[in-house]
């Protein structure tokens, strides 16, 4: 319960850090781009999909509470749904178009 808990407040803590613009190295594969990758990137959106993903696991942790195989379940196919949806805006909606 406490783990649950602090991996939550972490959740929420990292997606605000994210969502304010403080929090761009926080973000898997953007931080590690070269310049030329980064500019690809409408970094407002990626921010807002990123941020709002983490912020949005946070409460889905306490589905953990059940644990049963169920809850657990769900979680897990949530999360995947969710992360799925995230990686395909982050490479068509976050883009910039080219020119």
Known sequence: MIT???VAAIFVIM???ILIGK???L???YNTASQKERAQYNIKRL???IGGLLIVLAPMLFLLLGETIAT???FVALTVILC???VILA???AKKKRE
């Open 23 to 25: 929090g761009d190295n």
């Open 72 to 74: 657990t379940g769900s």
């Open 84 to 86: 799925i949806i995230v």
């Open 4 to 6: 649950l808990i602090i």
């Open 47 to 49: 921010r807002g999909l």
């Open 91 to 93: 490479n068509t909606w």
């Open 15 to 17: 997606g605000v850090v």
């Open 27 to 29: 973000i898997a594969g």
